[in-house]
């Protein structure tokens, strides 16, 4: 059974940083697509970054449009750990975020669909 644990987030005022982790077991962790999404209170899920596995040399990087260029999603293949590292965080960034996966190379990585795993949450909270 494949579960994945997130940990980190929390407060942080606008302007500031946080980094959200997330540790993944019961499956191969290489030919895996690891993603984020956050949902804030009343809103759908959304898509924020995710590294989807293309073959064994390659992974390919995706960010939404929101917090490209703030936001820096990585994976440590030794770990079985993928990370979000959240810069220059604004309060329409308070969500709480969820890092998902799906085996192998997906089509719509953007897309909450296309996922089978999924962490618990975690409260990312960014006061003004």
């Known amino acids: 059974q494949v579960h994945l644990v997130e940990s980190g987030g929390g407060l942080v005022q606008a302007g500031g940083s946080l980094s959200v982790s997330c540790t993944i077991s019961g499956r191969t962790f290489r030919s895996y697509t690891m993603g984020w999404f956050r949902q804030a209170p009343g809103a759908e899920r959304e898509f924020v970054a995710t590294?989807?596995?293309?073959?064994?040399?390659?992974?390919?990087?995706l960010y939404a449009t929101s917090v490209r260029g703030r936001f820096t999603i990585a994976r440590d293949n030794t770990k079985n750990t993928i990370s979000l590292i959240m810069n220059n965080l604004r309060p329409e960034d308070t969500a709480v975020y969820y890092c998902?996966?799906?085996?192998?190379?997906?089509?719509?990585?953007?897309?909450?669909?296309?996922?089978?795993?999924w962490g618990q949450g975690t409260q990312v909270t960014v006061s003004s």
């Open positions: 998902a996966g799906a085996g192998g190379s997906i089509a719509n990585a953007d897309n909450t669909r296309y996922y089978d795993d």
């Open positions: 590294i989807r596995w293309r073959d064994d040399t390659s992974n390919e990087i």
